[in-house]
């Protein structure tokens, strides 16, 4: 394992007494992609700006390559921005943009036109370097923000939601170009985000943020598969949540009651320690729910029954939202398969619920 | 609907007349009376000429155009000094003492000016507020003689149309995007270099708005000179004064009047240009 390209160590920052990042403490491996991902006001722009200066900390540290660089202005780290709004400079060409912070360290001028012209060549703009950022659609204004930041050779490269602008295509197009990118130089990102699609397909891990906290660092099927808190599973994905108790438990098993049904679950190394009588929380992804039709099975012993009360057509997949009997309405995705060549289901049918046993995840509930 | 047409047609119609009276009109009458001259005594004795134009270029009548050029442009200069950086901290402060310290910057442009300037005179003169502190703190010896020179000249006017350069600057400043300025930080830039590089330039509409607006005025403003430079150092608008009032040659007069609005075109043209150039690379 290389040494971390950025170590921060139990990180806080508050605005008049407003807390808004609480002792976060992160390494950022050389090379790596990671993202932080939250919703807005989890402090992740925050963590980014004081990475790059533009914000001071309230305590904690920053270190680069093993030095703390919270005394040094932003002009003087050795990372890079690309900025939510891309802040090009509007009077410049694409290429004097590009060429701005080299010429800010008196480069030579043939040296600063070899570096930029390769720079260009990488974001595939080296046809435009005379015109105007106005002149440039979105996306290639894009890559001339991005253009602009890595031609200083930045230890990390910083984006604030740099996709947020774009539309939905463009923006799948960019996030691909961007993945590319990263591996072509094998510069370390680290990506600000609240979409956790762009997140989950783009890192290598996810920083998961949670009002000024780390709620859960992994990769992204981590994050998807196993998150560690109720918040975590909400955010990231759909998740339908049961209230309920562990009501036996031996080695390798547990028994939840769910909607009057006594299920018998796995025990797994991503289980917490777990008691008779505890409260928890049963998490189900909509995609891992097999919807079953009455006539289809025979035994029912562990399945959850329910009616169909909306079918909702996605092209590659069927989306249902049930009524239990409970009255607790669940949403189930069904994808077009061998098993399954039409996927018809109709308002009002009487169906099973069902699951791989072991997919489920059982998180302990605070009371 | 009906009511929307009527109130537009008199909303067009009272603009244009307005600019047809006040400023159509009079343009009209000046320029014309540059073109002719009295043969008899009487209203209908007029014949055209160019001698107006011809006089203006005597020696006496070119120096002071040349003094005036000067003195407006170390006016605009001064402006520019005081104003922009002012403009800049205006522009980070909270909202609140923004809108503070900007009214207090424009009341003064609520007072007569020939007020102002006779406070000037008071502040300027031998045993005035500014000679009195100075002595006090021991800095000088004998009272500075600033009024009736043209430092105090210079000073008055810049007083004056300090405002003038202020908020088209401020307005310009406060349309950038804060993010360029991060984003140059970012780049490496030092203060200097976002200076000249970014800030500079992108507020080069802003600093010739404000050049235009002080720059005209500042070579008419007849009485200022008139009361801190003692009429020692005459301007343009003195001579235009003086024409019409004294000497009674309005012909002359208004020569003076179309050729310092001629002077004026290609300041304009080059204000507008850069205003259009910043439009097009603001347009999203």
């Known amino acids: 394992m290389y040494p971390p390209v950025i170590e921060i160590e139990q990180l806080s920052k508050a605005y008049h007494d407003h807390p808004v990042l609480h002792d976060v403490s992160l390494k950022v491996h050389d090379g790596e992609f990671l993202t932080l991902l939250g919703p807005s006001g989890c402090g992740k722009t925050t963590l980014l700006r004081l990475i790059s200066?533009?914000?001071?900390?309230?305590?904690?540290?920053?270190?680069?390559?093993?030095?703390?660089?919270?005394?040094?202005?932003?002009?003087?780290r050795h990372v890079n921005t690309v900025f939510q709004s891309y802040?090009?400079?509007?009077?410049?060409?694409?290429?004097?943009?590009?060429?701005?912070?080299?010429?800010?360290?008196?480069?030579?001028?043939?040296?600063?036109?070899?570096?930029?012209?390769?720079?260009?060549?990488?974001?595939?703009?080296?046809?435009?370097?005379?015109?105007?950022?106005?002149?440039?659609?979105?996306?290639?204004?894009?890559?001339?923000?991005?253009?602009?930041?890595?031609?200083?050779?930045?230890?990390?490269?910083?984006?604030?939601?740099?996709?947020?602008?774009?539309?939905?295509?463009?923006?799948?197009?960019?996030?691909?170009?961007?993945?590319?990118?990263?591996?072509?130089l094998g510069i370390t990102f680290i990506f600000v985000t609240h979409d956790q699609e762009e997140a989950l397909s783009m890192?290598?891990?996810?920083?998961?943020?949670?009002?000024?906290?780390?709620?859960?660092?992994?990769?992204?099927?981590?994050?998807?598969?196993t998150p560690n808190s109720l918040a975590v599973a909400?955010?990231?994905?759909?998740?339908?949540?049961?209230?309920?108790?562990?009501?036996?438990?031996?080695?390798?098993?547990?028994?939840?009651?769910?909607?009057?049904k006594s299920l018998h679950l796995p025990l797994d190394k991503h289980t917490g320690s777990l008691e008779i009588s505890q409260p928890v929380h049963l998490l189900l992804r909509p995609e891992d729910l097999h919807v079953w039709d009455r006539t289809e099975v025979q035994d029912t012993s562990e399945m959850l029954p329910g009616t169909v009360e909306e079918v909702i057509y996605k092209g590659s997949t069927v989306d249902l939202i049930i009524r239990l009997h409970s009255g607790k309405k669940i949403l189930a995705t069904e994808f077009f398969d061998e098993n399954d060549e039409d996927l018809a289901y109709t308002k009002g049918e009487s169906v099973w619920l069902e699951w791989k046993s072991g997919w489920e995840v059982v998180l302990p509930r605070e009371s | 609907m009906k009511a929307n047409s009527l109130f537009a047609k008199i909303s067009i119609y009272s603009?244009?007349?307005w600019v047809f009276v006040f400023a159509l009109l009079p343009l009209s009458m000046m320029c014309l009376l540059s073109v002719v001259t009295h043969t008899k005594p009487g209203i209908l004795y007029y014949h055209v000429t160019g001698m107006h134009y011809h006089q203006l270029f005597q020696l006496l009548y070119?120096?002071?155009?040349?003094?005036?050029?000067?003195?407006?442009?170390?006016?605009?200069?001064?402006?520019?000094?005081?104003?922009?950086?002012?403009?800049?901290?205006?522009?980070?402060?909270?909202?609140?003492?923004?809108?503070?310290?900007?009214?207090?910057?424009?009341?003064?442009?609520?007072?007569s000016s020939l007020v102002r300037c006779y406070a000037m005179m008071a502040l300027l003169k031998a045993k005035g507020l500014f000679n009195t502190l100075l002595l006090a703190l021991g800095l000088i010896h004998q009272p500075l003689q600033i009024l009736f020179t043209n430092t105090a000249v210079i000073i008055g006017l810049t007083y004056n149309l300090m405002p003038f350069m202020l908020l088209p600057l401020y307005s310009n400043i406060e349309r950038l995007d804060k993010c360029l300025f991060e984003a140059a930080r970012d780049c490496g830039a030092s203060r200097w270099q976002i200076l000249t590089r970014v800030?500079?330039?992108?507020?080069m509409p802003g600093i010739l708005a404000g050049s235009?607006?002080?720059?005209?005025?500042?070579?008419?403003?007849?009485?200022?000179?008139?009361?801190?430079?003692?009429?020692?150092?005459?301007?343009?608008?003195?001579?235009?004064?003086?024409?019409?009032?004294?000497?009674?040659?309005?012909?002359?007069?208004?020569?003076?009047?179309?050729?310092?609005?001629?002077?004026?075109?290609?300041?304009?043209?080059?204000?507008?240009?850069?205003?259009?150039?910043?439009?097009?690379?603001?347009?999203?």
Not at chain 1, 54 to 60: A, K, T
Not at chain 1, 153 to 170: F, G, K, W
Not at chain 1, 237 to 260: C, H, I, K, R
Not at chain 2, 220 to 236: Q, V
Request: hydrophobic share 50%.
């Open chain 2, 212 to 284: 235009v607006m002080v720059f005209l005025p500042a070579m008419t403003l007849f009485y200022i000179p008139d009361l801190l430079g003692g009429a020692k150092s005459l301007l343009l608008g003195n001579l235009i004064k003086d024409q019409f009032l004294f000497v009674g040659n309005w012909s002359l007069g208004s020569a003076i009047g179309v050729m310092l609005s001629v002077l004026m075109i290609p300041l304009l043209m080059l204000c507008w240009r850069s205003q259009r150039t910043a439009m097009l690379e603001s347009v999203e």
């Open chain 1, 203 to 225: 890192s290598d891990r996810v920083v998961v943020m949670h009002e000024g906290m780390i709620a859960q660092i992994g990769t992204p099927r981590e994050i998807y598969e």
């Open chain 2, 15 to 17: 603009a244009c007349s």
């Open chain 1, 53 to 76: 200066g533009f914000e001071l900390p309230s305590s904690g540290a920053i270190k680069l390559h093993g030095k703390d660089i919270v005394g040094l202005p932003p002009e003087r």
């Open chain 2, 62 to 111: 070119l120096r002071v155009l040349f003094r005036s050029l000067l003195l407006a442009l170390t006016c605009v200069v001064g402006c520019l000094l005081v104003a922009y950086p002012l403009a800049l901290v205006l522009s980070t402060l909270p909202l609140y003492a923004k809108n503070t310290l900007l009214l207090l910057a424009i009341i003064p442009m609520w007072t």
């Open chain 1, 87 to 184: 802040a090009l400079f509007p009077h410049m060409t694409v290429f004097d943009n590009v060429a701005f912070g080299l010429e800010c360290q008196k480069m030579a001028k043939a040296q600063i036109k070899q570096r930029v012209d390769e720079m260009l060549a990488v974001v595939k703009l080296d046809k435009h370097s005379a015109r105007k950022p106005t002149e440039l659609s979105g996306g290639q204004q894009q890559r001339v923000a991005i253009a602009r930041a890595l031609v200083n050779h930045p230890a990390v490269l910083l984006l604030d939601e740099p996709l947020s602008s774009l539309d939905y295509r463009l923006r799948k197009n960019m996030q691909i170009e961007l993945k590319q990118l990263q591996r072509q």
């Open chain 1, 234 to 260: 909400k955010f990231i994905g759909e998740v339908n949540v049961f209230e309920t108790v562990v009501s036996a438990l031996d080695a390798n098993a547990m028994t939840l009651q769910v909607e009057g």
């Open chain 2, 199 to 203: 800030l500079l330039p992108l507020t």
